[in-house]
C-alpha cells in the first residue's frame, strides 16, 4: 500500500522558517522523483520544488528559489522541503508528491500559515 505522509507544517510568523517532510513506503523510492506542491483557497495547485530519483537534479517554482530548499534522504525514504523567509502568501496546504512516467502518488497534506 502506498503511502506518502507529510508533516511539518503549522503556523509560522512572517520572515519564519519551517521544515516540511514527506515519508513515503510501499513503492521504490529510489525510482520516483519526488515533488512538493501546494494550494492556496480558491487557487489552482502549484508546483513548489522538485527532486529527481537520484537527488541529482532539483527545479523550483518561480517565487520559491532562493528561499526554499528541497532534498531527500534515500536511506529514510524521506522528501525535505526547507522553507526560509516564509510570506504570508506562502500560505497553502503543501502536498507531497512521487512521479514516474504517467505515475503519480499523493500525500493527504500539511497546512502552513503565514501570519502575524
Known amino acids: 500500500q502506498v503511502q506518502l505522509v507529510e508533516s511539518g507544517g503549522g503556523l509560522v510568523q512572517p520572515g519564519g522558517s519551517l521544515r516540511l517532510s514527506c515519508v513515503a513506503s510501499g513503492f521504490t523510492f529510489t525510482r520516483y522523483g519526488m515533488s512538493w506542491y501546494r494550494q492556496a483557497p480558491g487557487k489552482e495547485r502549484e508546483l513548489v520544488a522538485l527532486i529527481g530519483s537520484t537527488g541529482e537534479h532539483t527545479n523550483y517554482g518561480d517565487s520559491m528559489e532562493g528561499r526554499f530548499t528541497i532534498s531527500r534522504d534515500q536511506a529514510k525514504n524521506t522528501v525535505y522541503l526547507q522553507m526560509n523567509s516564509l510570506k504570508p502568501e506562502d500560505s497553502a496546504m503543501y502536498y507531497c508528491?512521487?512521479?514516474?512516467?504517467?505515475?503519480?502518488?499523493w500525500g493527504q497534506g500539511t497546512q502552513v500559515t503565514v501570519s502575524s
Open positions: 508528491n512521487a512521479f514516474r512516467w504517467d505515475v503519480n502518488y
